[in-house]
T-cell receptor, first 114, second 112 residues
Framework: DAGVIQSPRHEVTEMGQEVTLRCKPI?????LFWYRQTMMRGLELLIY????????DSGMPEDRFSAKMPNASFSTLKIQPSEPRDSAVYFC????????????FGSGTRLTVV | SQKIEQNSEALNIQEGKTATLTCNYT??????LQWYRQDPGRGPVFLLL?????KEKRKERLKVTFDTTLKQSLFHITASQPADSATYLC???????????FGTGTRLKVLA
């Protein structure tokens, strides 16, 4: 398995533009997480999907953020409109639905909003 | 408020020594605790999981302890090597919940 695949690896966009981040989880994993990492706040959970259904989106900063998981092999995180304070590294992680398993993280998308 | 604390200062140790990293928590009752390794520009990589009823877990040169009385986990790397240099994160999951909450990590540098 190629692991969790995220694209793009880097994204530079202007303030106000729409940004879409993509994630392909590991086949067979039924839990998917989107995290954001900054120096100041560390890793913050944005949203959690189980069996393609959003279970908890309480970490999504505001209405400008949205996430979808149309099927078991694909998820997107969209920011519209983007703002400079959204600049961070965004990670997608997948896991089996059990606390006994660790998460497998992708390599992340480094987002810079100018 | 709930808090997970890892030493934000980098830990420098000499090759061959044992590195010990600390994860302290307050206002949590974690049922599970995990440790991850993160290299620059990469996502965290899962290393070990320990349950609240386990005192210690080992994997090769790694050892994790979990003291629910002290509200602390210690992560040890024995016979450390320069390749062990990375940031190490702890993550906690409270019983009845489904999401791990991460600490901010401690950067380890092993000097040759």
């Amino acid at each position: 398995d190629a692991g969790v695949i995220q694209s793009p690896r880097h994204e530079v966009t202007e303030m106000g533009q729409e940004v879409t981040l993509r994630c392909k989880p590991i086949s067979g994993h039924n839990s998917l997480f989107w995290y954001r990492q900054t120096m100041m706040r560390g890793l913050e959970l944005l949203i959690y999907f189980n069996n393609n259904v959003p279970i908890d989106d309480s970490g999504m900063p505001e209405d400008r953020f949205s996430a979808k998981m149309p099927n078991a092999s694909f998820s997107t995180l969209k920011i519209q409109p983007s703002e400079p304070r959204d600049s961070a590294v965004y990670f997608c992680a997948s896991s089996l639905s059990s606390e006994n398993y660790g998460y497998t993280f992708g390599s992340g998308t480094r987002l810079t909003v100018v | 408020s709930q808090k997970i604390e890892q030493n934000s200062e980098a830990l420098n140790i000499q090759e061959g020594k044992t590195a010990t990293l600390t994860c302290n928590y307050t206002n949590y009752s974690p049922a599970y605790l995990q440790w991850y390794r993160q290299d620059p520009g990469r996502g965290p990589v899962f290393l070990l999981l320990i349950r609240e009823n386990e005192k210690e877990k080992r994997k090769e040169r790694l050892k994790v302890t979990f003291d629910t009385t002290l509200k602390q986990s210690l992560f040890h790397i024995t016979a450390s090597q320069p390749a062990d240099s990375a940031t190490y994160l702890c993550a906690l999951l409270t019983s009845g919940t489904y999401k791990y909450i991460f600490g901010t990590g401690t950067r380890l540098k092993v000097l040759a």
